[in-house]
């Protein structure tokens, strides 16, 4: 999509900031804007050190800067609703929020969508290419929390409303968006412990930050309770559940998601096309550096068990260009390995399967007897367990699931997910398992707070229940059974969202005609 340069006046286009809709504007503390003065010439530098050899620096630079920007989506008749801006930060956060926008532009809005890292820049531009090539979507990096470069950002885009999503705020963007009288909305609002105890070291940030928005959507009720805590008002808050549920999906994998099919016959065609129907296959999703090791020693381990000699791995790195690395890792194990993107077929001696490939996480997923979602063997957070589930694919995990751990709890809660030291897990059970006593199975109901405590042993936990499974396959699909119910269950939470946020802006539009006729009787 062409750019085009931002106007000169940078506030003639915004709604005026003299007309009292009845929100205080809470200026941002002084220290905290010196203190972005002078860190945004370092940002500019530490862009160009990350990305001055790609193609697209310069755009990268212009946007977050200031200088240059997509057109505005295109307003398609007199249907359209206004521009909404959404912030994701990186690839989890798009990946979370894209179910919340498709429901937007089906019902008339255009969207601004804008991400922090690269990563999340691709997904954003992949996810939504058709949407961005007929202009019901524009695509940026975020401005920096620079005043006038937000001034001049907003004035381009004219939004009705920002959303941000999870945890990402900025104290200068908040301001001006109060200024302007442009409702601020964070949706899926979840702020861990950790974070929690972040934001309480700049109170005066954070209190500025929770005042100036006009709603939070939390997760959960702790989340929502931490944001009263740095200085939301009870009234701004609303707990709707976690997006995380909602099923998100690659058009690629349109036809592996399709509800109109059953999940076992969806299974069973993938087992056909890729040859693995007489064998226990078990995928290693999302992974980071470090989780690879783990899962390739493992599946040596599982290869060591005549009954499960013939098992395949399928590997699926989080980040593309950890891909070759992967590649080579597995070939130092002396692991027979297959890759997709040399078109290789899964063959009878194939041991690995690297899924080198992008939009197709929910086919490996489907394919797969059992998962396990990475960036929970290190320190990531967790990525979202509720694809694997949505398939009917029981999960493991390992004990970083920060990012997640609502959804971790309640799928442990029905057997679905297993975790080490999770006071929720009940395992699934069948009347002629070999499994029936489980790795743990705490005698008392679980407490509200889960306790979790690393051990030495927690890998071993985890590698003996994905040996569990593969090992009983109906006992899988039992877990695996329960995880997909869960799953259709919570699916309201994308509707509940969506009203509190149309609900917000259509307040906030129903308000500017009155304070604009009692300002201009004023002035009579």
């Known amino acids: 999509m062409p750019s085009s340069h931002v106007p000169s006046d940078v506030s003639s286009k915004l709604t005026d900031p003299s007309l009292d809709t009845g929100q205080t504007v809470h200026d941002t503390p002084l220290y905290y804007q010196g203190l972005i003065s002078i860190i945004k010439p370092l940002y500019r530098l530490q862009v160009w050190r990350r990305s001055h050899k790609r193609e697209n620096y310069q755009q990268e630079i212009d946007q977050r800067f200031g200088k240059q920007y997509p057109p505005r989506p295109v307003m398609h008749g007199s249907s359209h609703k206004g521009v909404i801006w959404c912030h994701a930060v990186s690839l989890g956060e798009t990946n979370t929020v894209a179910p919340l926008l498709d429901m937007l532009l089906a019902h008339g809005y255009q969207i601004w969508l804008t991400n922090t890292t690269q990563t999340g820049f691709a997904r954003g531009a992949s996810r939504f290419a058709s949407e961005i090539a007929t202009g019901q979507m524009s695509h940026s990096y975020v401005p920096v929390d620079s005043p006038a470069v937000i001034e001049t950002f907003l004035s381009h885009v004219q939004p009705i409303a920002a959303l941000f999503v999870e945890t990402e705020l900025w104290a200068n963007i908040l301001t001006k968006l109060s200024q302007h009288r442009i409702p601020s909305i964070l949706v899926n609002g979840r702020l861990s412990l950790s974070s929690f105890q972040s934001y309480q070291k700049i109170g005066a940030v954070s209190a500025s930050m929770m005042k100036n928005l006009t709603l939070v959507i939390a997760q959960d009720s702790d989340s929502a309770k931490r944001f009263r805590q740095l200085g939301a008002h009870s009234a701004q808050i609303r707990v709707a559940g976690s997006l995380k549920w909602v099923i998100n999906t690659p058009k690629a994998d349109d036809e592996v998601t399709d509800r109109k099919t059953p999940v076992a016959l969806q299974k069973s065609k993938l087992t056909e096309e890729f040859g693995t129907a007489s064998r226990p296959v078990w995928v290693a999703a999302s992974t980071h550096d470090g989780e690879e090791a783990i899962a390739l020693s493992w599946q040596q381990q599982i290869l060591s068990s005549p009954a499960l000699a013939e098992a395949l791995l399928i590997i699926v790195p989080r980040h593309p260009e950890r891909f070759d690395a992967v590649a080579a890792l597995i070939e130092k194990t002396g692991l027979n390995m297959a890759r997709r993107s040399d078109t290789d077929a899964i063959s009878a001696d194939t041991n690995v399967y690297l899924a080198d490939s992008m939009g197709e996480m929910m086919t490996w997923y489907a394919l797969a007897n059992v998962a396990f979602v990475g960036g929970s063997l290190v320190d990531v957070g967790g990525h979202n367990p509720v694809e694997p589930a949505s398939v009917a694919t029981p999960v493991v995990m390992g004990t970083y699931t920060q990012s997640c ?105 129903t308000q500017k005609p009155s304070q604009e006729r009692h300002l201009s009787q004023e002035r009579l």
């Open 405 to 509: 751990q609502n959804v971790v709890d309640t799928l442990s809660e029905v057997g679905a997910l297993y975790q080490p030291n999770n006071d929720w897990y009940r395992p699934i059970t069948t009347d002629n398992s070999k499994n029936q006593q489980s790795i743990e199975q705490p005698n008392a109901m679980p407490h509200k707070k889960s306790s979790r405590k690393r051990s030495a042993d927690d890998n071993a936990r985890l590698y003996q229940q994905l040996h569990n499974w593969l090992s009983d396959l109906p006992l899988s699909i039992r877990a695996g059974q329960a995880g997909a119910q869960m799953t259709m269950q919570q699916q309201a939470v994308l509707v509940r969202q969506f009203t509190m946020i149309e609900d917000t802006i259509e307040q906030r539009l």
